[in-house]
């Protein structure tokens, strides 16, 4: 496991864990808890802090029979025996899931400059995607509408703010006006999830926006 | 005066759920938390028949996978809360949820019992300081997981003091990491 700097806030665990975070961001949060054993600890006490929530609620009398309904579900349902989650290639379980695969399944389309990407499905809340960008390479800079959360699966790329390497995560806000330069050496692969368009500060990728539909 | 849940005594009864099928077992939790996770439910907007439906639900699962309980990192409330908020973003929100990687040595046959018996009390410790909060502090975070609050509220949510169990879990967790190496 490599040295992870850059980790989730706290706003981003405490939503993922009570449920409420869009689709897109928590499918980067397990991502990245899925790689870092510091906020897989932190996700297990906001979890705890649900498990209170619940502990002091004033209980609601369930129905006459829930009881004998309950075992016989248990003994007839089918709620399946979950399998084992652990992955043995490049990208977590939680990113194959919507991958559909590992990293030799990733459909990527070219959007200008070298940089590739994929566009993953989720629900309308936030959209979600893998970013190619060949070592050496910037992305167009821009400022956010909304929040940006990118996670560096491989290499390492660097803004204004700091370098984030395998593993960090950057959390880029309506204040953050940025232009990530992918590290030399290795082609920089991030997952990033945005629940409003992007600001670009140049005219091609502004033209181009809504074909990259970021 | 509320009676204090024995935490240690609700692990006690997974496990024997888990290696005798112990129905006995089962019905004193269903009959304690049942209830409990009927109000949660309601509390987040599913309607009385919806969550009566969803706790009945929630429980038979806990009895499936009994086995994947892992009293050094939950308690038994903590890990109700957890299929009962996953059973919610399944069925009341048609949602998915992207859930993290296991971690690759599962829970082990035989923890730790000073782990355990640390992790139930901090967890135990956590409650106290949550009722303890003064009232509108307090109806923030339950209101996070109610599914209530913004991206901002629960950002000030967090700010709030609520003791802190972070140590325990994070030695259990370098301490295996560190033996499966
Ligand atoms: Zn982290
Ligand atoms: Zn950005």
Known sequence: MTEIKHHLTDALLMAYSAGTLPEGFSLVVATHISLCDECRARMHEFDAVGGAVVDEQAPVAMSDHSLATTLDLIE??????????????????????????????VRWRRVGGGVRQAILKVDESASVRLLHIP???AVPD??????ELTLVLQGAFSDETDRFGKGDIEVATQDLNHQPIAEMGQDCICLAATDAPLRFNSLIPRLLQPFLKI | PRKKPDRMAWVNHLASIRDQKDRSAFAEVFTHFAPRVKAFLMKSGANPDMAEEVAQDVMATLWRKAHLFDPTKASVSTWIFTIARNRRIDMLRKQRRPEPEDLTWGP?????????????????KLGEALAALPEKQRDLIVRAYYGELTHSEIAEATGLPLGTIKSRIRLALNRLRHQMK
């Open chain 1, 76 to 105: 007839n349902g089918d709620i399946p025996a979950p399998a084992s989650r652990i992955s043995s290639g490049h990208f977590p379980t939680p990113l194959q899931d919507y991958v559909g695969g590992d990293l030799d399944a």
């Open chain 1, 135 to 137: 070592a050496g390479v």
């Open chain 1, 142 to 147: 821009h400022g956010h509408r909304g929040t």
């Open chain 2, 108 to 124: 082990e046959a035989e923890p730790d019992q000073a782990d355990v018996l640390a992790l139930q009390q901090d967890c135990a």
